[in-house]
């Protein structure tokens, strides 16, 4: 490494400016002054020290000269061009919370979550180019944060007409808020981890190891189905019955018996030869997402496998109903969108690439009535997207990863993440939730 006469290093000494001119020491000559900004340090990624490029942004350009050369050189450098910030590839400034303008010079900010101010060390305050806000776009907001579960948050429901909101996490408990005052109205132990959450009318159940639970908010009856080999990941409901997929790759099915007030089993579906992690009810059919990166279709009158949908490469984390068509998503960074032929048969007819897994799926209608897909994906984000454009149009950031996504209504939806908070988000003027 070279120091020059007075201990210094040489080239973090030219790196940031100094020793200019040709003069003895070595000083670089005017041509070499002119050095490139590191576009590591911009991401926020540098780690070489020391670094031959600027950590910092090049200065304005002087001003304009007589015959206007200068300005003219400088015509391209996005850093001093405030008038076009609506063209940079930042879509998702709103009013000024994104840019700022600093010793007059447009900031422009990434859509990536500050660390540092996550963990509430963040020096640079508004000079910060990545973002100070848990959302990024407009038209939704967060209204509160319930917090209280110890680990990941794996279901969030809202059984119909009631006034509570039940959260289930790894943490093997079960908490109960009260929606009037957010606060936590009891804490229900399970013994076991919450694989999942799911309500039908007043029941809820709980999918927890080699068991499922089903209680009645109304006339408190609580049950245990028993059947289930392993963890319980994903319920539904359908045709009368309740379907669970287990960590044996089995689905089990059970149907409400009336007269002894009771749930008995049905059938039990095989076919996949790992986990069954998602599950979804739409069009008479039942549909499968499972660890063994495959989608199994299942006729719900006849309970037999129809068809085996084997595109995706990874785990097929969730899918959705949504109109005509069928939306799954995987580790393997795709959404992938599925159309019936005229044979019946589902085609996939668009992929959707995300530059990270993707763990859960979740359709609303926003403030306008519009169809708005969420996506949560393993950076520890939800995207939303309108449909069926696919065209983005906002983030919100968790600490960790946000496995549950729950609707509710009046344009509220719950997120769930990794840290065990619960949080309350609302579309601004939001309609009822469908």
């Not at 041509?31 to 031959?52: H, L, S």
């Not at 050189?73 to 994104?98: D, L, P, Q």
């Amino acid at each position: 490494m070279d120091f020059d006469a007075h201990g210094g290093n040489k080239r973090v000494f030219h790196r940031l400016g100094g020793g200019g001119g040709d003069g003895g020491g070595g000083g670089l000559s005017t041509a070499d002054t002119r050095q490139k900004v590191c576009n590591y340090w911009r991401a926020g990624k540098c780690n070489r020290f020391p670094c031959p490029y600027l950590h910092r942004e090049l200065p304005l350009p002087p001003a304009a000269t007589a015959n206007g050369a200068a300005a003219k050189r400088f015509a391209n450098n996005t850093w001093g061009r405030n008038n076009n910030f609506n063209n940079h590839s930042n879509k998702y400034r709103a009013g000024n919370s994104n840019n700022s303008n600093i010793n007059n010079r447009a900031v422009i900010k990434t859509d990536i979550l500050c660390r540092n101010w996550v963990q509430g060390n963040c020096m640079y305050g508004e000079k910060c180019k990545f973002l100070h806000s848990w959302t990024v776009g407009d038209g939704f907001k967060l209204l509160t944060q319930l917090e209280g579960h110890q680990k990941v948050v794996s279901g969030i429901t809202l059984p119909s007409g009631s006034d509570k909101l039940y959260s289930g996490s790894k943490d093997e408990t079960v908490r109960v808020w009260d929606c009037a005052s957010g606060q936590c109205a009891g804490v229900i132990n399970l013994g076991g981890e919450v694989g999942c959450m799911i309500s039908e009318g007043p029941w809820i159940f709980i999918g927890v190891t080699n068991f499922v639970k089903a209680w009645n908010t109304q006339t408190n009856t609580d049950l245990s189905l028993s059947g289930p080999v392993g963890q319980v990941y994903a319920m539904a409901v359908g045709n009368d019955l309740l379907f669970a997929g287990t960590q044996d790759g089995a689905i089990l099915a059970w149907k409400f018996n009336v007269t002894t007030n009771c749930f008995e089993p049905a059938a039990s579906l095989k076919g996949h030869s790992l986990a069954v992690v998602s599950l979804v009810v739409g069009a008479n059919k039942l549909y499968s997402g499972s660890m063994d990166n495959s989608i199994r279709v299942w006729n719900l009158e006849t309970l037999q496998c129809i068809q085996t949908l084997t595109e995706h490469t990874s785990v097929v984390m969730s899918l959705l109903c949504w109109d005509q068509f069928l939306l799954s998503c995987s580790l393997d960074k795709t959404i992938k969108v599925w159309f019936a032929t005229d044979s019946g048969n589902l085609e996939v007819t668009y992929t959707h690439n995300e530059e990270h897994g993707v763990l859960a799926l979740c359709g609303m209608p926003d403030s306008e009535g519009k169809p708005v897909l969420l996506c949560s994906c393993n950076d520890n984000s939800v995207r939303f997207y309108d449909l069926p454009s696919f065209a983005e149009r906002g983030k919100i950031f968790a600490k960790q990863e946000i496995r549950a996504i729950q609707l509710g209504p009046g344009g509220l939806f719950f997120t769930g993440d990794g840290t065990g908070q619960v949080r309350v988000w609302q579309w601004c003027n939001g309609p009822v939730a469908t």
